[in-house]
């Protein structure tokens, strides 16, 4: 997939691409039916098929990083999008003089006379322009009064009639509901990061961690979770914690993970962590013999739980 920032001297080969313009965050089965939308229309018109988005996020950017938080780091989101075969990512800066646009400002500068765009795609509630003064009518209508193609997607449910959407992906990873998590993406949801120097107190009782840097803005339930963890090329198992550890009174939200059958010096490479399974919540031991009796415990738990990996669930897994 070819990322262009912003959309001025764009490429002859990407102009009059069929697009979509959304933010994508999380990337879930609602986004999932849009953008086959979009290669299905590009297929049949032999053009490429293109995303427009935005960084920072415009909730982000109106309501600081405090307020928002954002599910997929814009890396895993750029892999998400490559694995579904879309073409070109168009990334527009979303400044103040962007975010003054009105919907025809919009329109006329960034679809029709930079990206000519040959057909647009959106949900059925995208709103535009200034003060998200345009909806999806008003962009039919200037699409219309310069024959560019349109189509609104309506949003899509699941079997209980529940709507798919990045509020609720935020909602179950904050609850630690991976499993509807899961249902909800359509596959593992997963984080990518550094592994940085620790404390070492798993090291100290038999459990040698990783410690992974890890976005501070998302809010995830704290506790022990089945997770896989994808180093060098290579699958592995793991038993993850996110937390502030509670037993040693420390400070800050940390995730780390306890690799199965793993020895190895790691540290500042990459690794991702697949989330498969939430096993318990975060609890304060009274010593560390108690923790250690429990993280025994954790790690046939997680054993147990990663039986029923799917890994056609999975993005990552090349094995």
Known sequence: MHIINGYNNIPDMYKKSVI?????????LGHKHLLNKVLEVANAEDKKSGIITFDPHPKAYFGGLKNFHQVTTDAIKIEILEKLK???LFELSFDKSFSEMSPEEFF?????????????IVGEDFRFGHERSGNVQKLEEL???KNIGFDSIQKQKDISSVIYSSSLVRANIKNGNIRDLTKLLGHYWYIN???????KKGTEMGFPTINIEFQDSL????????????????????????????????????????IFDFDGDIYN?????????????????????ELKKQMEI???????????YDKNTSLIDNS
């Open 219 to 258: 809010k995830l339930a704290h506790g022990i979770y089945a997770t896989n963890v994808y180093l060098e090329g290579k699958k592995y198992h793991g038993a993850s914690y996110y937390g502030a550890r509670p037993t040693f009174n420390d400070h800050g939200d940390i995730l780390e993970t306890y």
């Open 20 to 28: 979509a313009i959304g933010n994508f965050d999380g990337i879930h």
């Open 86 to 88: 879309i073409d070109v």
């Open 193 to 199: 990061g550094h592994v940085k120097h620790g404390k």
């Open 143 to 145: 699409c219309n009064s």
């Open 108 to 120: 006329w500068e960034v679809i029709y006379k930079n990206l000519e765009a040959s057909h647009v």
């Open 269 to 289: 490479l990459e690794v991702k962590i697949e989330f498969i399974d939430f096993i318990r919540q975060d609890q304060k031991f009274k010593n560390e013999e």
């Open 298 to 308: 954790d790690c046939c738990n997680v054993r147990d739980k990663l039986q029923y």
